[in-house]
């Protein structure tokens, strides 16, 4: 009897020496993870941002929101974190099993999921880190809490609509037509590649774009121009217009979105060989890879093509803490969608002498692709970021000769009330004051804006 207590303490001593050991461990690497470890700003492997570490303020500890955020820095910034994703993926796709069709249930973004659009917070317009022979610049934007689905080597991010949303964006840009009652407001909805490419038996009714495109414009003034680059782009599905890895449409596809654009404005559209084109040497993984990691989307990367126009061009983009344009391109050095006048900026003023007519872009990223084909018909363009930039419209369009205006958003920032509520506040802001015209380097002689 005395020996078999003697092993029941020495087995004891075993268990709690183990679980001693198991939870110092779990102490000691949750220390390290949240204190210690600085982390990537971005993970390459899933080409989005990381969780950074929250601010303790008051509100957040008594609302709950700081352990919250806590939470998903921890998650984000575990050691190791990239490698054991890398391989948690290799294992599966060594697992054998593949279908036609296979989905994919996108955890949420770390924060602000309707403001974000860049794979890094706003704090900074751009960032460019190496993956093998990918450069990775921040270009991201839908919502990172809808699935996605990987059908004939394509990545399609299903979309949900919301009629109250699509209502209530409507309702944001009926109020810009009778504010500027006198100048020509249009209203283009960019589609994704949902309703073109994804067989109906994986969708629900909700899913399909066209229902809330059409809710918007039939919840339009009469005023408002309505832009049908659904329509068109239908016309060309056979066509290379959205990326395989990318929620974004490619060049080619912006261009269908301006000819619809034209139409809309009653002026007569370039044809593309009005345009050099111009493709990039190397071929690129994009956001929806990202959330997927799927192994057919790692072997059929995108690849990115662009129409320059023929004419001098000069490029600006707007510093917010100088408070001044600064020389910038139309086309960077980017092998994705980021080519486009570099990425998301708060304001990009593009200028021509093609003639006097001054458009403002009220866009999301889905609009970077569009601009260079508007620059032969309006001599400046504004293209603004309105979730980065805090400006008075009112002022601005008077103060800058604005004739028209084009708000431009795929369906996703459509159905998201930040961007109605954004649209309304920056046209009753009273603080800030409009960007200075005269820019440090509008002396500097530029002429085509090239990008590779």
Sequence with gaps: MEQQDKENEKLKGHSLAFISMFISILVITGLV?????????????????????????????????????????????????EALVGIARTVRDMSGYHTEVVYY??????????????????????????ADTDTIKVAAEFDRSAGVIVYNKQAIQLFTGSNEAARKFAAMINLYQ????????????????????????YKKSSNYEFKTINLIRDSLDSAVHFVDAYSELGKH?????????DHHWTGRGAYYAYVAFCRSAGIEPHSLGDFERRQAKRRFLGSLYGITLDKTLKDNRDSLEYFSPNIPIKTFRYNKDSGRYELSKLFSNTHNYANFIGGDFP????????????????KDSFGNAVVPFLS?????????????????????????????????????????????????????????????????????????????
Aim: charged share 20%; hydrophobic share 40%.
């Design 178 to 201: 009778w504010t500027f009652d006198t100048l020509d407001v249009y209203c283009l909805i960019a589609p994704t590649s949902i309703d073109f490419y994804l067989p109906d038996e």
């Design 33 to 81: 993870s949240v204190f210690l470890n600085e982390g990537e700003r971005v993970s390459i492997i899933e080409n989005r941002a990381l969780a950074p570490m929250p601010e303790v303020t008051p509100w957040s500890l008594f609302s709950g929101s700081y352990t919250d955020s806590l939470e998903m820095y921890y998650a984000d910034n575990f050691p190791m974190r």
């Design 237 to 245: 599905t056979g066509e290379y217009i959205f990326f395989n890895t």
């Design 376 to 452: 032969l018909h309006y001599g400046t363009i504004y293209v603004m970021d309105y979730r980065y930039f805090d400006i008075n419209v009112r002022d601005f369009v008077g103060q800058n000769g604005i004739s028209d205006i084009l708000f431009l958003h795929n369906t996703f920032s459509a159905n998201s009330k930040y961007s109605a509520y954004r649209g309304r506040y920056l046209l009753n802001w009273r603080a800030a004051a409009a960007p200075k015209e005269k820019s440090v380097n509008d002396s500097t002689t530029t002429t085509r804006q090239d990008g590779f």
């Design 347 to 362: 304001m990009v003023r593009i200028e021509s002498e093609i003639n006097a007519r001054k458009i403002l872009v009220i």
């Design 105 to 130: 249930q996108a955890e949420a973004a770390p924060a602000m999921v309707e403001k974000t659009d860049t794979l890094a917070a706003a704090a900074e317009d751009t960032v460019t880190v190496k």
